[in-house]
C-alpha cells in the first residue's frame, strides 16, 4: 500500500551514501555538551533519535577554534580539543543505523567570552561583549582550522560536517554589511564579503573528499537591515556547491532579529517558500526548517517542492520516535512540539540543561527510561489537564491498572483554553497524543465524572493521584460581580462574547495569553501570507534582509488595556526566548499596559484606578479578570482521612507559578517511581 507520507519516507541519494528517509535532526544545543561525562550523554540522547529512525542527525554546534566558543563556561571545548571523545557518539548512532553530522560553528560576535572575534569590530545588540577585527592572518588560519575540524570528524566517525553558515554567526557576519565593513580582500564588494564562507567549503571538501557529506546552513532570509537579498543568498548557494558542498540547510533569519521565527506565533512551513528560493537554483539536495512538527506538514513542504530534506530539532527532542512513528503511519502517537519554547531554548539561555515541556525525559536518557512496575497496582488518577494525563499515560505504560477521572466532558484541562489563544493550536495535539496513550496502554478514562474519597476508597484503589488543577483567583475589587466582569475562564472556555473596549487584570501568561485571544483580528486568506505580511517580510527578498519598507502591519478589533499592581515590565514571567515577540505584537497592535496601580472599583463607567496617586477610570465594557489561581485541592483531606496513600501534582498542589511544564514533569516523576 502506498505510503501517507510518499515524499517524506523515500530515500535520498546521495550518490556516495543514501539518507533512509528525508527527516532529518536539526543541530541544537542541549547543555549536553558541556554537562559531566557529557559524551556519554549526547551519545545516549542521540542513540534515541537514531533508533528512532531519523535518517540525519546534526548536534548541537561546536566551535572550530578558541575564539569561536559560543562561550558556554570553562566546560566549552573547542572540537578539535575534543574530537576524540566524540566517538562514543558516532558509534552510537551507528549502532542503530543512523547517520551524524557535527556542526561546526565559528560564533564570531555572538560569543560569550570577553576574547571575541568578527570581521569588524560591531558590538552585536544581543551580547555585552565588544568583537575584535580578525587580522588577515588570523582570517587565514580560521579557514585552516575548519579544514583540520573537518578531518577529524571524518576521523572519529563523522559522517560528515555541517558548516553553520547563518542565523549571524561569524560566516553570516562577514556575508553582512550589517557586520562587515572591512576594506581588504574579505569585505567591502560582495564578492569580498562571501569569500570566507566559499573558502571554507573549499579547504573542507579538499581535506575530507568527495564521498562525504559537507552541508552548508546558509542563511535563506536574514530578516535584519543590512542583511542579504535573495539574489546574494542564491549566488552565495552557487558558489557553495561549486566549493563542493553536497548538501545545503536553510537558516531564517539573525538571533538578533525582531521578527518571530519559531515560537509559536509562527505558523508551521512559514519559511519554507526561502528555502523553495534556493532549492530551484541548486542541483544538490536542500533541507528547510522552521515550524515544522508533523508529518503532514513535513511532508507538505517536500511534496511542493520546497525542499528535498526536512530539519526537525524541537520535535525530536519532544518525541525521539517521531520519525519511526510518521514512517508506520502512526501520526496520532507523535508527542508534539508545540513550540512553547518554556523547556529547551528557555532553559539554555538560562544556562540549564534542555529538557521539554512535553516530554520531560529529554536529555535524561542516559540517566532514566521508562521501566514496567514491580507490581502492578490499582491507582486512580483525577483531573486530566497535562499533569494528571502524563502521570496516567506513564503509569499505565508501566503496567499499573489506571483509571483518570475528569469532572468536565472533555480531556486535557487548562490546554484547552490555551489551544484557543491564535498559533496554540498545537496544545491541543498534547491532548490528541496523551489520549492515544491512554488508549494504548488500556487506561480507563471517564469523563463528566466527578468523584470523591467515598467512590474511590470503596472502588478499592491501592493509589490516588489528585490532579484537580486550579481555580482562578477572584481578587477583592469592590465590583467584582458587577456584569462586565469576566473570568478568563468565561472567554476562553466558555466563549462568552466580549465588547471592544477592554481592561485585563493581571499581566501574567494568561493575561498575555487573553490579550492575544482579543486582539488577534480575523483575515480572509492564507495563514503564512497574513503573518509574513504582518511582520513586514518581503517575499520577493529584494530588500537586503528581506525587511520591506513599510514594515510591520498590525491591528485589533479592540481597545484593550492590560493592568498589573506592581512595577517593572509587563509579562515578566514570559519566557525569554518568546516573550519579546508576544510583547512586540501586542504593542504593534495598540495594545496599552498599565502598572504600578491600585483597583479601586468596578462599576457601569468601567475600571477605576489609582495610577501614580492619580484615580482614573478606564470606560470599557468588560473587565476580564487574569490575576493568577488557587489550588483545587479539597479532595485531599478527606483522601487522607480515608487513608488512602495519596499523591498530589501540578496546580493542586501549588498553584503560584503553576504551569505546565512542571505539572508534567512532576506527573512523569512520580509516575516512574510508583
Ligand atoms: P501569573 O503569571 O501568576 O500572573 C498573575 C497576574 O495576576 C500577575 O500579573 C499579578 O500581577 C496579578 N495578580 C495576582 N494576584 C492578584 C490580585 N489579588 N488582584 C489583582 N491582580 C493580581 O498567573 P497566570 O497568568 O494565571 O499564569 C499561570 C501560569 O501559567 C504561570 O506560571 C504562567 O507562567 C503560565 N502560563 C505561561 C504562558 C506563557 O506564554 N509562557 C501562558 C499562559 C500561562 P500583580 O500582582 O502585579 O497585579
Ligand atoms: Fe517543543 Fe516546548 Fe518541548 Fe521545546 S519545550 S521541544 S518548544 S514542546
Known sequence: MASQYPNLTAELDLGFTRLKNRMMMGSMHTGLEE???????????????????????????????????LGLGKHEKTFVESAEEHRVITQAVHDEGG?????????????????????????????????????????????????????????????????????????????????????DDWGGSWENRKRLAVEITKAVCEEVGEDWIVMFRLSVLDLVEGGLTGEQSIDLARDLVAAGANMLN?????????????????????????????????????????????????????????????????????????AAKAIAEKPDEINTCIACNQACLDHIFGGKLSSCLVNPLACIEYDVSITPAAAARKIAVVG????????????????????????????????????????????????????????KHGATVHTSTRVDAANLQSAGFDSVIVSTGVNPRVPAI?????????SYVDV??????????????????????????????????????????SWGIDQTIATPG???????????????????????????????????????????????FLGDLTY???????????????????????????????????LVAPLEQAGLDTHVIGGAKKAAELDAKSAIAEAVQLAMQL
Open 384 to 439: 486530566s489537564g497535562p499533569g494528571g494525563m502524563a502521570a496516567a499515560a506513564t503509569l499505565a505504560e508501566r503496567g499499573h491498572d489506571v483509571t483518570l477521572f475528569e469532572a468536565e466532558d472533555r480531556l486535557g484541562g487548562q490546554f484547552n483554553m490555551a489551544m484557543a489563544i491564535p498559533g496554540k493550536d498545537d496544545y491541543g495535539e498534547t491532548i490528541r497524543y496523551y489520549a492515544e496513550m491512554l488508549r
Open 99 to 183: 547517520k551524524i553530522l557535527v556542526q561546526l560553528l565559528h560564533a564570531g560576535r555572538y560569543s560569550h567570552h570577553p576574547d571575541l572575534v568578527a570581521p569588524s569590530p560591531i558590538q552585536s545588540p544581543i551580547n555585552k561583549f565588544a568583537p575584535r577585527e580578525l587580522s588577515d592572518d588570523e582570517i587565514r588560519q580560521t579557514i585552516a582550522d575548519f579544514a583540520e575540524a573537518a578531518k577529524l570528524a571524518r576521523e572519529v566517525g563523522y559522517d560528515g560536517v555541517e558548516i553553520m553558515g547563518s542565523e549571524g554567526y561569524l560566516l553570516a557576519q562577514f556575508l553582512a554589511t550589517r557586520t562587515n565593513h572591512r576594506t
Open 478 to 486: 469592590p465590583g467584582i460581580d458587577h456584569s462586565s466582569v469576566l
Open 250 to 322: 536553510s537558516g531564517v533569519g539573525w538571533h538578533e532579529a525582531r521578527i518571530p521565527t519559531i515560537m509559536h506565533t509562527v505558523p508551521h512551513g512559514a519559511f519554507a517558500w526561502a528555502s523553495k528560493r534556493v532549492a530551484d537554483a541548486v542541483d544538490v539536495p536542500v533541507v528547510t526548517t522552521n515550524r515544522l512538527n508533523s508529518p503532514e506538514n513535513a511532508e507538505a513542504v517536500i511534496a511542493q517542492g520546497s525542499a528535498d530534506v526536512v530539519s526537525m530539532a524541537r520535535p525530536l527532542l519532544a518525541d525521539p520516535l517521531f
Open 600 to 634: 479601586d472599583l468596578i462599576d457601569d463607567e468601567g475600571l477605576h484606578l489609582t495610577v501614580a496617586g492619580k484615580t482614573q477610570v478606564l470606560n470599557v465594557d468588560n473587565v476580564i479578570v487574569c490575576a493568577g489561581q488557587e489550588s483545587e485541592n479539597t
Open 546 to 592: 528581506g525587511l520591506s519598507a513599510d514594515g510591520p502591519a498590525m491591528s485589533s478589533p479592540r481597545e484593550i488595556t492590560v493592568c498589573q499592581r506592581s512595577s517593572g515590565r509587563p509579562g515578566k514571567s514570559l519566557g525569554a526566548t518568546t516573550g519579546w515577540a508576544i510583547r512586540a505584537a501586542l504593542q504593534l497592535k495598540g495594545v496599552n
Open 492 to 533: 476562553l472556555w466558555h466563549k462568552k462574547p466580549v465588547g471592544k473596549r477592554v481592561a485585563i487584570i493581571g499581566a501574567g501568561g494568561i493575561g498575555f495569553d487573553v490579550a492575544e485571544f482579543l486582539s488577534h483580528a480575523e483575515h480572509e486568506g492564507d495563514e503564512i501570507e497574513h503573518f509574513l505580511t
Open 35 to 69: 554537562a559531566p561525562n557529557g559524551h556519554a550523554r549526547q551519545a545516549a540522547f542521540y542513540r534515541e533519535r537514531a533508533k528512532g529512525d531519523i535518517a540525519l542527525i546534526v548536534t548541537g554546534g561546536i566551535s572550530p577554534n578558541a575564539a569561536g566558543k
